[in-house]
């Protein structure tokens, strides 16, 4: 088991930009795809967005439709640490944001940007809470 640790996280104005990380400790970052989730506090974990994911040995990157152009994944193995970058807000975008992990093995036999998005991640950080004003 791995833990996930969440920060940067804050309160921006709507255009704005915000830098996410997620530090993973307990393996190596290269053994794990990583993916980024939002979630309204006080939803049950079913109703969870996917946001991003990228597999850390290949970098292999997937993004949901609407974090197209706006937001970036990327992985700093050296430092097992995953970023999302975030640019040009949106109120809407204000949620809990976590980070998951799922070993590599399993996240394989998932296949393509939908079933990649949305497997099922076995780790999970608490979040880090973004709020978007207008």
Request: glycine letters at 8%; one cysteine or more.
């Amino acid at each position: 088991e791995v833990q996930l640790v969440e920060s940067g996280g804050g309160l921006v104005q709507a255009g704005g930009s915000l830098r996410l990380s997620c530090i993973l400790s307990g393996s190596n970052l290269y053994n794990y795809a990583i993916a980024w989730f939002r979630l309204a506090p006080g939803k049950p974990t079913k109703e969870r967005e996917p946001v991003s994911c990228v597999s850390t040995w290949d970098g292999t990157k997937y993004y949901s439709d609407f974090a197209k152009g706006r937001f970036a994944i990327s992985s700093d193995n050296r430092m097992n640490v995953v970023y999302l970058q975030m640019k040009n807000l949106r109120p809407e975008d204000t949620d809990i944001y976590h980070c998951a992990a799922l070993i590599r093995p399993q996240w394989e036999i998932a296949r393509g940007e939908t079933e990649r998005l949305s497997v099922e991640y076995s780790d999970w950080g608490q979040g880090t809470q973004v709020t978007v004003s207008a």
